[in-house]
């Protein structure tokens, strides 16, 4: 296999990623990195055909001990943070993420998102309210993350008044996704994790004793083939879906705006079908944003069994990286990939990924974003970027940006 460096968190790589992904996709779609120690995939059908693939997984430590892994003790430092990872879904493995997602998903129900839309019409209008006069805003800090934090919180019936504890909580923990960490930052990620647990160990014990109509009340009553969450698990995978359910979504708002912004002809189609109402429209659009600029671009699995992939070998506790943003533009896949067209009606992307692991929040994200973007071109038409160059935060596994000046 032929190997290769791809240095993923250099800020050049980081700002604009898809000369390079397209340059290795067409040239060299499999490598393996030997700082990173993965192999690397770029294609379309090769990452679809390997989401779904029963042979590879979100992680190894229930078939492989870490000392067959040659990995050190785990860390003192991350003990509650590891502890939380092996107890939310996306860091399980069948049968028990077949249950942590089944239970889940009993809660969180499709009536359930759809049950949010008047919220979030209304979060998104008081949101433009408060920005309306000032003629600017930073649509990072002042649009895109108070929204999905906002309908998270609902979701879990979460209080107003502790509601701003929620993203500085969630900022800390998704440190440690990223390639590469200090042990300073991760004393803190794990240090959010017990502050996070603690607080909602105590919401869902006072549901409890008094439910209501929130998500963590319904997680409490859930029940499954005489099997509950246990009080760890559910914990855990409410803050996975505070992680997962807005750095993601504060990341497809600014890419798509930046998007638009760079491409006016587009803009301007948006613009009109604002003006008239179109929720058809954004509907598409929102899908297109999310393939043409993937707010979460890479995903890792393990090789759980030897085998061999159109002759590569992959062999067990073997790390591949499936780089969802190639994908989304290859041009075996997607005519026209490096040009965001809003009407797009083909629109396959991986942005949600694929298989068992699939997202379980895509529907509310896609609901957040088709109002958050239709709202915002209706009641600001003129609104348009106030940067010559936008800033990225950090890395490229979490690829987000630290502002958005716009103005109108
Ligand atoms: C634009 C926004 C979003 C994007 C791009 C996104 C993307 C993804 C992706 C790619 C995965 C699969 C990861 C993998 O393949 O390894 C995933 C899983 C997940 N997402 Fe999302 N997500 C978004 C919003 C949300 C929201 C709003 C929620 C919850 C409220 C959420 C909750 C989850 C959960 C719980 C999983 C784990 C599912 C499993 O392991 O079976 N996500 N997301």
Redesign the pocket.
Known sequence: MQTHHLALNDPAFVYDPYPTLNRLRENLPVFYDEVWNKVFFLRYEDISNL?RDKRLG?SITHILSRDELGWPPPSPLTADFDQFQSDH??DSEPPK?TRL?SLMMKAFTPARVEGLRGRIQQIVNDLLDRAEDRGRMDLLSDYAEPL?VAV?AE?LGVPKEDRPLLRPWSARIVRLYELGYTDEQARDANQAVVEFSGYIKKLADERRGKPGDDLISALVEVEEQGEKLTPDELVANCI??LN???E??VN?TTAGFLALARNPEQMEQAREAAARNRPDFFKLGVEEM?RYDT??PM?ERWVLDDFDFKGIPLRRGQEVALM?ASGNRDPGKFSNPDQLNLTRAENPHL???LG???????P??RLE?QISFQTLLKRLPNIQLATDRVEYSGGFVIRGHKAMPVAW
């Open positions: 989401l979100r879904m996306l993420h997602k999905p998270i979701l996975l879906l997962a359910g807005h993601a979504t497809g999310l707010p979460l995903f969802y942005t949600f990924g068992i692991h699939y997202c379980i929040g895509a509310l994200a974003l």
